[in-house]
């Protein structure tokens, strides 16, 4: 699980 939180998230929902 890398930590990614631009836009998407691993589980697919919007974060922004």
Known sequence: MQ???A???D???IHI
């Open 11 to 13: 589980l697919g929902q």
């Open 7 to 9: 836009l998407t998230t």
């Open 3 to 5: 930590q990614k939180h």
